[in-house]
């Protein structure tokens, strides 16, 4: 056993964490490689000391079907710059142990490029939590859950507003970790509100047997959070924290500041969403 192994957090422990301090637990998404692989780590560092329980590591891939312009920015200039599967899996093993869980969110194609069982392998070796593969469904996920059961990586799968009771359970059935509730049917992106109908799919969700259900699409400040981490188990924010950085291009001071604010303000979020209700 590595070190990273007897260091890794697995999601659910960091959920039933946050759950037995009565909130949601704040899950906070950053792609590798942006502005570049020190950079985007030490971005992340930054968001655990800043509250965040749960990292997801975006693998940037050429053809992403969910992410909307702010993180399809970050991550072309991460490909550009040379990120690849491999700094993923480095970025990984710098921030495992450092009190959060960390998972990796990657399309397929990357995944099957190197390997499933190889990726689930090496992921467990780096102190990698799971993964989140969003346009990966379970019924065509039969390598991967059999490579993640062997390693014992988690596999989030995701469902939809549109998502009837009898798929909703089917993806409960398949998942390890927490299933991914996705707010709306479009990509990742701020918005001025988050979907009335969240707060039902999460409901639904656990109806159908899904024990930890995380929203993610749509949640940029502390108002949505208290409001999502009210009945969610866990928040996911990624633009927010992306445009942050962004914004901020070739000021590291300002960018860290930048990133450490717009954490502080989403922690607060979960932290008084139950006491307010």
């Excluded at 950053?30 to 780590?41: F, H, Q, T, W």
């Excluded at 710059?81 to 869980?101: C, K, N, Q, Y």
């Excluded at 019924?139 to 859950?145: F, K, N, R, T």
């Excluded at 949505?224 to 000021?251: H, P, T």
């Amino acid at each position: 056993m590595t070190t990273a192994d007897t260091a890794r957090l697995r999601a659910e422990e960091v959920l039933d964490r946050a759950r037995g301090e009565n909130r949601a637990a704040l899950i906070a998404y950053l792609p590798v490689g942006y502005p570049d692989l020190e950079r985007s780590i030490e971005a992340a560092r930054i968001l655990i000391d800043h509250g965040a329980d749960m990292i997801e590591l975006g693998l940037p891939y050429s053809d992403p079907v969910m992410d909307g312009a702010v993180i399809q920015q970050a991550a072309s200039a991460a490909l550009a710059g040379g990120t690849r599967t491999r700094h993923v899996l480095e970025a990984v093993e710098a921030l495992s142990g450092r009190g959060a869980a960390i998972l990796v969110m990657s399309y397929w194609n990357p995944i099957l490029a190197y390997g499933p069982d190889a990726f689930a392998r090496d992921l467990a070796a780096a102190g990698g939590a799971g993964v989140i593969t969003p346009d990966l469904i379970p019924d065509e996920g039969a390598d991967w859950i059999t490579a993640s059961e062997q390693h014992g990586v988690d596999r989030v799968f995701l469902v939809a507003p549109s998502s009837p009771r009898d798929r909703l359970a089917y993806v409960a059935s398949h998942t390890r970790g927490f299933v991914y509730a996705a707010s709306t049917m479009g990509v990742t992106g701020t918005r001025a509100s988050v979907s009335a109908a969240t707060e039902g799919l999460v409901e639904r969700s656990r109806a159908a047997g899904a024990k930890n259900v995380c929203v993610g699409l749509g949640v940029s400040n502390g108002e949505q959070a208290a409001q999502v981490g009210a009945y969610a188990d866990g928040v996911i924010v990624g633009s927010a924290f992306v445009r942050a950085l962004i914004d901020n291009e070739g000021d590291d001071t300002a960018a860290r500041t930048a990133l450490a604010a717009v954490a502080d303000d989403l922690r607060a979020g979960v932290e008084r969403a139950r006491t307010e209700t």
